[in-house]
T-cell receptor
Framework: GAVVSQHPSWVICKSGTSVKIECRSL??????MFWYRQFPKQSLMLMAT?????????EQGVEKDKFLINHASLTLSTLTVTSAHPEDSSFYIC??????????FGPGTRLTVT | AQSVTQPDIHITVSEGASLELRCNYS??????LFWYVQSPGQGLQLLLK??????LVQGIKGFEAEFKRSQSSFNLRKPSVHWSDAAEYFC????????????FGKGTKLTVNP
């Protein structure tokens, strides 16, 4: 149980375009979902926390207009990187929580912006 | 600010040898501690967690961790390492104040020599 999926697993897009990443909890209802960014050989940096049906809460320094997060249902959250630039290239990981204090992580999405 | 410290950036052990990965948390009357493992290009898998109770916690894949409040530590151990254990290991603590957010250490990369 407690499986989280992400789609796509990797994506290449051109500079200036937007790309959407989906995060799904497959066998549980996730009241809270988290989006992280991970640079090569570094730890995870929390970008935002989203609760179903409400606006996401962004961490300091994260551009909310660039990284749009939607948590439309208890099993789906999306991260849209708008007007992507090469510096947005990174590994994006989502996690979902179905009870307090435990997060289950997705497999990650590798984004490359050319 | 709350922090999690993993003093060892990189550890190399021989297959069959014992392993201990160190983790120190900064503060918290009631820490909620986790160990995750990440293989290259993958998401995070939960190895074990400590919320309360027995300070020696058993996890998956033969891992265990011991919570020591006096040392603010939550070290991960395995008596005999397998080549498949080579990965990045992250220690995390739930943030104080009731939030579900996690604070991650910088990670320890484990290399296993044959």
């Amino acid at each position: 149980g407690a499986v989280v999926s992400q789609h796509p697993s990797w994506v290449i897009c051109k500079s200036g375009t937007s790309v959407k990443i989906e995060c799904r909890s497959l066998d549980f209802q996730a009241t809270t979902m988290f989006w992280y960014r991970q640079f090569p050989k570094q730890s995870l940096m929390l970008m935002a926390t989203s609760n179903e049906g409400s606006k996401a809460t962004y961490e300091q320094g994260v551009e909310k207009d660039k990284f749009l997060i939607n948590h439309a249902s208890l099993t789906l959250s999306t991260l849209t990187v708008t007007s992507a630039h090469p510096e947005d290239s990174s590994f994006y990981i989502c996690s979902a929580s179905h009870r307090a204090y435990e997060q289950y992580f997705g497999p990650g999405t590798r984004l490359t912006v050319t | 600010a709350q922090s999690v410290t993993q003093p060892d950036i990189h550890i190399t052990v021989s297959e069959g040898a014992s392993l201990e990965l160190r983790c120190n948390y900064s503060y918290g009357a009631t820490p909620y501690l986790f160990w995750y493992v990440q293989s290259p290009g993958q998401g995070l898998q939960l190895l074990l967690k400590y919320f309360s109770g027995d300070t020696l916690v058993q996890g998956i894949k033969g891992f265990e961790a011991e919570f020591k409040r006096s040392q603010s530590s939550f070290n991960l151990r395995k008596p005999s390492v397998h080549w498949s254990d080579a990965a990045e290991y992250f220690c995390a603590d739930r943030t104080q104040g009731g939030s579900e957010k996690l604070v991650f250490g910088k990670g320890t990369k484990l290399t296993v020599n044959p």
